[in-house]
């Protein structure tokens, strides 16, 4: 009887920390991870010009995989169970160039390190990205972007893109589409106004 017992015991305590170490140190289960997707459209064939897609700067706040709440003019917090697959910025920039690709504009579009020889860089700078908690939820995407000459180093031209997307749901995944949507709204105006001046 005692031996039986102690094998009960024993399988107990094997699943118990079996149970522990999918959860290390029993914490909290793991976040929700979102990635952004790619807009498609269409735009005029630019010959043979290539362009590169530079990784945006941002300030900490946002060069994470937080998801940003804005909760008032000055203060922000993070979406609770969620992040990015990946740091913000890097995000941007694969999608970015996914969107230019999608376009079928260019002969070339990369990021650096690829090799390609470079007409321009499209160097840009997240200034907003989150949810606007104290403007009633709304996702919110404000990107400042400058074409780059890269044969002579000269600025071509420069804009920022606001866009914005209503949340339309509860949970993390709505804050998420909301905010992809805006996103691809900023990307697809990014591209077509490339399209226009160079």
């Known amino acids: 009887m005692k031996s039986k017992a102690f094998r009960n015991g024993a399988v107990a305590l094997v699943l118990c920390l079996s149970g522990c170490a999918a959860l290390p140190g029993g914490g909290p289960p793991p976040l929700d991870t979102f990635d952004l997707s790619a807009a498609s459209l269409s735009a005029r064939a630019h010959g043979r010009r290539q362009i590169l897609i530079a990784e945006p700067a941002a300030l900490k706040a946002l060069d994470s995989q937080n998801i940003v709440i804005r909760t008032g003019s000055h203060s922000i917090e993070y979406l609770k169970g969620a992040q990015w697959a990946d740091r913000l910025p890097v995000i941007v920039q694969a999608r970015l160039a996914q969107t230019f690709q999608n376009a079928g504009a260019f002969a070339g579009v990369g990021k650096p390190g690829e090799g390609l020889a470079i007409d321009y860089q499209v160097i840009s700078e997240v200034r907003a990205f989150g949810i606007r908690a104290d403007r009633g939820g709304v996702a919110e995407v404000d990107l ?44 697809t105006d990014i591209v077509s106004w490339t399209d226009s001046v160079i």
């Open 144 to 187: 400042f972007v400058r074409l780059l000459n890269d044969r002579n180093g000269e600025v071509r031209a420069a804009r920022e893109f606001h866009a914005s997307a209503p949340v339309s749901g509860s949970g993390n995944k709505a804050y998420v589409d909301a905010l992809n949507a805006a996103f691809g709204q900023a990307a």
